[in-house]
């Protein structure tokens, strides 16, 4: 029995590797940039949202790794990287772009974002929950 169209379209939806035709280098995924340590949480969780939704959360959490370059999956898995990358150095303000210009993966470009920005908000959170105690 032959597969429904159905059922061949999901298979394309669900496969990280499928860009549709509006998933683009210019599309923007956020429309508040990245600009440091006061918006990187609520950056990071709407880049989540955004690349969750398109099935391209892989890219940058390490669950869809990078082929070996001999492999058939290598050019669908550069080519979305590629995007990837994009959408992210698209979310971000020019000063950050500048910063991050020669990364060429998006797992790379995610980690160092993060490993930059997001310990800045510890010590404020440790602030906040020892101010709430006291309000106790």
Request: charged share 25%; no cysteine.
């Given at each position: 029995m032959p597969a429904s169209?159905?059922?061949?379209?999901?298979?394309y939806a669900n496969n990280p590797y499928f860009l549709p035709a509006n998933e683009n280098p210019g599309f923007i995924l956020t429309s508040q940039p990245l600009t440091g340590l006061e918006n990187y949480m609520s950056?990071?969780?709407?880049?989540?949202?955004?690349?969750s939704s398109t099935n391209k959360f892989g890219f940058v959490n390490v669950s869809i790794t990078e082929p070996d370059p001999n492999s058939p999956l290598f050019n669908s898995w550069s080519r979305c990287n590629t995007i990837v990358l994009s959408w992210l150095t698209n979310s971000l303000s020019l000063e950050l772009k500048v910063s991050v210009m020669y990364i060429n993966n998006a797992k790379d470009l995610w980690i160092d974002l993060k490993d930059r920005l997001s310990q800045g908000n510890t010590p404020?959170?440790?602030?906040?929950?020892k101010e709430i105690s006291h309000l106790s």
């Open positions: 169209s159905t059922t061949i379209v999901d298979e950056w990071a969780r709407s880049l989540f949202l955004a690349l404020r959170m440790f602030q906040l929950e």
